[in-house]
């Protein structure tokens, strides 16, 4: 049933040939099975040539002769399936060029971290290959310093951790996955100030992420895993009661006017263009078991498999963060008690706190953001340095990568990991309302004072 | 290999019915064959580099089609996708060419000399000739497979044959990572310079992984005869030049070809082919000759004619704008070219484009002339 090609007179310095032709029940080997067989029937030269060209090894032995055609032939039923059998190039012919790069993984990948775990796979299968496979396609801006890895479920921050890591380090301004621990506190209660003036802040915004344990992240997962994913969180959230009270609309069964009316409210979210995105498989199967829920006072808004398992979005309009994060806190503990009565949890560990697909939302994965008028502020020279030591970050009101309109600016947290939400939070609060006080006393002419910087790890 | 579907085994803790793509809204030939007992037959299986069913369809189920263009939906990631997952792509290659059965037999023809004409087709109407295929490595995966130091492995050796290459044929390769401005802007005027694909058929199936590393172009120096380097396809061969010699044209197609083919034996490499599916590519729709062999030419009263639609279709031939497929023509001047691909050898199928362009122009002068085609119509070949 299975026929054994040898290719005569291949050998090329680089590349080595089996080809294997297989009708649909076959058996297939690994070179692991091969090894251990070698050690125990052909000590000596054979398992030192095994050992020695590891990556080439096997194939190599292709074309060495009848010895080893015996040997394959006889090894056929004894083999298990799934290992792969392709021309095998050493780690040095697979290394990804990122001459022209500019992503956090380009900036820490090497050669050698490559050749340690270009051949290792997380328990689901998933590869570094496929992990960095979006940093590979796209150099980057020279300006914006995107991630270029993405995460294909939670087992890869740990069999890639020599990778991810050190860009974790570098997204999170400095925080040691190694020896730091993540505060994880959703208690809302904890809170200091947070009502502002509606005459300067417009709405008021908070967002986060959320992984369900054991299944693959949207790189990876499968259709099933995928529509799991929707069972499970569509099941929780129907859960909800109060003001949390809400609808599913599933991307795949929206009637016209639903989508108008998401497209209104802004909730409706498309297909990925950005190549960053789809360059990881992302947007595999679009729409399949994708969608999205909220509540009937359209406050508190959920994303499904999107670009992570669910985003979590609490917002409205004015100035009163307190309450959003209350909502915001109220509706995840919530959705997380439901989810536990089934016997599932949320991706977590203390280490890089909450599980998402892309490493620059590890912690809190959260944002959370006035869009605020600050017209004599904004044109201060001073306000790109105040903004800095506030640890705040501007952005248009189109969000990221969008340019302010008018004098309307959408200000939130810079830090995702290291702080918990309580701390980022009261970060954005504080902040606002210095840059409230600022804008005010600039409007009675008076001077304003760049802030210490406050401290970043607390 | 991309974007994770070769996790078979992960797969396997859901039922088929669980992993069955949703279909309803999709129109390719993939979409049309595929049914759930298909799916569950095939779903654990794998070709021996590892390309699983899911790998073969990601492409028709992310792009679920136009109303009126049927797309292929599937494809290849190694020359036994083809035997692995035959129960599906049998049918769909069937489908796509006509009928063609999975006992059928492909007959390749590569010896020009046994094209009769071609060299005498009206330079006032035919303004440029081409003939292209494909032609894949065997024991290499193929695009939406393959690794970086695979791909680099097809460039090194697709290089070092066409370096080999000398008389008319003698030119040069241009990595596209490596090249200058100035040759960058050489290869846009000479239209040769393709560009990473944006099609979301081609980007779905995993083929513009890692641009530009291992893609070039290379041409001769005469500029008559230039070879695509892992685009969609290992290689995608072309001849033209200006004006109505066809049989010029596929003539050092032919001599071209067959000299690479002969340079690559020489290493120790074969073409992927085989008697029944002929020279195996990424596509379904490219199987067999893998041939497009076409002109511009003028037919502004001709393609105004309401017979011209059936006229084609009688001749076994297609037209497209001069932008390529999917674009309009412009100033009456159209692509046309065979539409057949598998079941009939390279000369036929020139054969057909060069007796059926000759009609057309004769028709053309005709109704210039004020004058019937009535009696020219063709029978169906």
């Not at chain 1, 990568?401 to 830090?415: E, H, K, M, P, Y």
């Not at chain 2, 995993?206 to 590393?213: E, F, H, L, T, V």
């Not at chain 2, 484009?353 to 057309?360: F, I, P, Q, R, S």
Request: neutral net charge; proline residues 5%.
């Amino acid at each position: 049933m299975c026929n054994l090609h040898l290719n005569k007179g291949i050998h090329t310095s680089a590349a080595f040939r089996c080809i294997l032709t297989n009708s649909t029940i076959c058996p297939f080997f690994t070179w692991r099975v091969l090894f251990w067989f070698c050690r125990i029937t052909m000590a000596g030269s054979f398992a030192r040539i095994l050992s020695s060209k590891r990556k080439v090894g096997i194939l190599s032995l292709v074309g060495a002769g009848s010895l080893t055609v015996g040997f394959f032939m006889n090894r056929e039923q004894h083999v298990s399936a799934g290992a792969h059998v392709r021309r095998i190039y050493p780690p040095s012919a697979e290394y990804p060029d990122l001459r022209k790069h500019n992503n956090c993984m380009a900036s820490h990948m090497t050669p050698a971290i490559y050749a340690k775990l270009c051949d290792k796979s997380t328990p689901n299968g998933y590869t570094l290959d496929e992990a960095i496979q979006t940093g590979v396609d796209n150099p980057g801006h020279p300006f914006i310093k995107t991630v270029g890895m993405v995460a294909g479920d939670e087992e890869s921050y740990e069999v890639f951790a020599d990778i991810f890591n050190p860009v974790i380090k570098e997204r999170h301004n400095g925080y040691h996955p190694c020896t730091m621990k993540h505060p994880t506190d959703l208690d809302s209660s904890k809170i200091r100030g947070g009502q502002f003036d509606d005459k300067y802040v417009l709405s008021s915004r908070v967002r986060t992420g959320r992984s369900i344990r054991g299944l693959s992240l949207p790189p990876a997962c499968t259709r099933a895993e995928r529509r799991e994913v929707e069972r499970v969180v569509v099941d929780a959230l129907g859960g909800l009661r109060g003001d949390l009270t809400g609808k599913y609309f599933s991307l795949t069964q929206l009637t016209d006017q639903e989508q108008q009316q998401l497209i209104d409210d802004h909730f409706l979210f498309d297909k990925p263009v950005s190549p960053l995105l789809t360059c990881a498989g992302m947007a595999r199967d679009w729409p399949d078991a994708r969608g999205i829920w909220h509540n009937n006072e359209k406050t508190f808004l959920v994303w499904i498999n999107e670009e992570d398992h669910t985003r979590v979005i609490s917002m409205e309009k004015g100035g009163n963060m307190k309450r959003v994060f209350e909502r915001f806190c109220r509706g995840l503990q919530e959705v997380e008690r439901l989810i536990q009565e089934k016997g599932w949890e949320f991706m977590w560990n203390e280490r890089l706190g909450y599980i998402l697909t892309c490493p620059s939302n590890l912690g809190t994965g959260l944002r959370a953001g006035v869009h605020v008028t600050l017209p004599r502020l904004s044109k201060d020279p001073r306000f790109s340095k105040i903004l800095d030591n506030l640890r705040l970050q501007k952005r248009g009101t189109g969000g990221v990568d969008t340019a302010a309109v008018g004098n309307t600016f959408d200000i939130s947290n810079l830090d995702r990991l290291g702080q918990s939400e309580v701390q980022l939070v009261q970060t954005v609060i504080d902040g606002v309302a210095y840059l409230i006080e600022c804008e005010k006393r600039l409007e009675k002419g008076q001077d304003i004072k760049i802030p210490a910087p406050i401290s970043q790890f607390k | 290999m991309p974007f994770g579907n070769t996790h078979n085994l992960l797969k396997m803790n859901y039922s088929a019915e669980q992993e069955y793509p949703d279909l309803s809204q999709h129109n390719n030939h993939m979409a049309k064959i595929i049914t759930p007992e298909m799916y569950a037959d095939l779903r654990d299986k794998q070709t021996p580099s590892g390309f699983t069913l899911d790998d073969v369809i990601q492409t028709g189920v992310d792009n679920p089609g136009h109303p009126f263009i049927m797309t292929v939906g599937c494809v290849a990631g190694d020359e036994e996708t083809y035997e692995v997952f035959k129960d599906l792509l049998d049918p769909v290659i069937e489908d796509r060419h006509g009928g063609y059965k999975p006992t059928d037999k492909h007959k390749t023809d590569l010896n020009p000399d046994n094209l009769q004409g071609g060299d005498d087709l009206d330079p006032n109407y035919v303004l440029s000739s081409r003939v292209r295929t494909g032609r894949s490595i065997r024991g290499f995966c193929l695009p939406p497979h393959c690794t970086r130091g695979e791909r680099r492995g097809i460039e090194s050796l697709s290089v070092e044959a066409l370096g080999a290459l000398d008389g008319d044929l003698k030119g040069k390769y241009y990595a596209l990572k490596d090249m200058t401005e100035e040759e960058q802007q050489q290869l846009i005027d000479d239209h040769f310079l393709f560009d990473k694909p944006v099609s979301p058929l081609l980007l779905a199936s995993g083929m513009a992984r890692d641009w530009p590393d291992a893609r070039g172009i290379w041409h001769n120096d005469n500029k008559t005869f230039l070879v695509w380097v892992n685009e969609e396809d290992h290689l995608r061969v072309i001849s033209m030049q200006k004006g109505g010699n066809m049989k010029e044209v596929f003539n050092r197609f032919c001599t071209g070809l067959t000299k690479i083919e002969s340079l690559f034996k020489e290493k120790g490499h074969e073409f992927m082919w085989n008697e029944h599916l002929g020279y195996v590519l990424t596509c379904p729709s490219n199987l067999g000759t893998g041939l497009r062999g076409g002109v511009h030419v003028k037919l502004p009263n001709v393609s105004k004619h309401e017979k011209f639609g059936e006229i084609l279709k009688r001749l076994r031939l297609q037209k497209r704008g001069t932008g390529g497929v999917d674009t309009a023509a412009v100033g009456g001047v159209f692509d046309i070219s065979n539409a057949d691909r598998l079941g009939f050898s390279e000369v036929d199928l020139v054969q057909m484009v060069v007796d059926g362009v000759k009609l057309l122009i004769e028709m053309e002068k005709r109704l210039e002339a004020g004058q019937s085609i009535d009696d020219l119509m063709p029978e169906q070949k």
